[in-house]
């Protein structure tokens, strides 16, 4: 079957959804293109993907950049383990946290800081990680620096926005966010499927932020923090990491 057919029949398909309205509309756009997106394409139209998808990449990693953030592409998992070990000896890391996000996991991260011998600690909401917390407040109590300087966090996403660079959070159970907002630096790894053109396109139906099934709440980060509250004078770093970077892996 050719690429056109497998077209055909999906949009023969989708027009036979139930409409959304008790008049008999026709389907919702949105019901025509999840058709069309689940269908098994080929030749053609996954070329046709693959390039939109190259120039969502691109307009992502633009925009991080303008908004003074670092951004790289890796290929695969082997090629964002070496981004990560470049990026932790350029900027000094002496210690890292980070999370249990699949593409961390994916990167080696663990074994990649034992092999550099720097601290490492999970952010599971163990006791370890309550000990930090614990130390941080008292190191500001005492204005001194913390005895394990937690420089960066590692850590994934649940999708981000090509039209503004921006990754995006989702709090709840084993998605605490107190962790890598305490840290001053932070690194983002993006799988290059959870990229999405606009603020919009992540609230489809079925998408990374369905929107039948929110959070309690939603974080998102673009680039490092900033504020000019004080005096109208631009300030990096105040409510937030100060350095960002994200790696698009895919």
């Known amino acids: 079957m050719s690429a056109r057919d497998e077209i055909l029949d999906s949009l023969g398909a989708a027009a036979s959804l139930p409409a959304r309205s008790t ?3 026709s389907p919702h756009t949105s019901q025509v293109l999840r058709a069309v997106a689940g269908a098994s394409l080929s030749g053609f ?17 633009e925009r991080v950049r303008a908004v003074k953030g670092e951004a790289e592409r890796a290929a695969d998992s082997f090629a ?3 981004l ?17 996000d699949p593409l961390v996991m994916a990167v080696g991260l663990p074994a990649l800081l034992d092999e550099l011998k720097i601290a490492a600690l999970k952010l599971d909401g163990g006791p370890a990680e309550a000990a930090w917390r614990e130390e ?9 620096e913390p005895t394990v300087p937690w420089d960066l966090a590692v850590i994934g996403c649940e999708g981000a926005i090509a039209e503004s ?6 709090a709840g159970k084993g998605h605490g966010r107190g962790g890598w907002l305490l840290s001053q630096s932070q690194l983002v790894l993006v799988d290059a499927n959870q990229l999405v053109p606009d603020l919009e396109a992540l609230f489809v139906s079925g998408g990374a932020l369905d929107r039948d ?6 974080t998102a980060v673009t680039g490092p923090s900033r504020t000019a509250d004080i005096e ?12 960002f970077c994200a790696v698009v892996v895919g």
């Open 23 to 25: 008049g008999g509309a």
């Open 45 to 61: 139209s996954r070329a046709v993907s693959a390039d939109y998808n190259d120039e969502q990449v691109d307009r992502f990693c």
């Open 80 to 82: 964002a383990r070496d």
């Open 84 to 100: 990560v070990k470049a990026l932790l000896t350029r900027w000094g890391i002496r210690g890292v946290v980070y999370n249990a």
């Open 136 to 144: 941080l407040g008292a190191a500001a109590r005492e204005k001194r």
């Open 165 to 170: 660079g921006t990754v995006i959070h989702r």
């Open 213 to 218: 099934d929110l959070p309690r709440a939603i």
């Open 232 to 243: 109208q004078t631009l300030t990096v770093g105040v409510h937030g990491p100060g350095r």
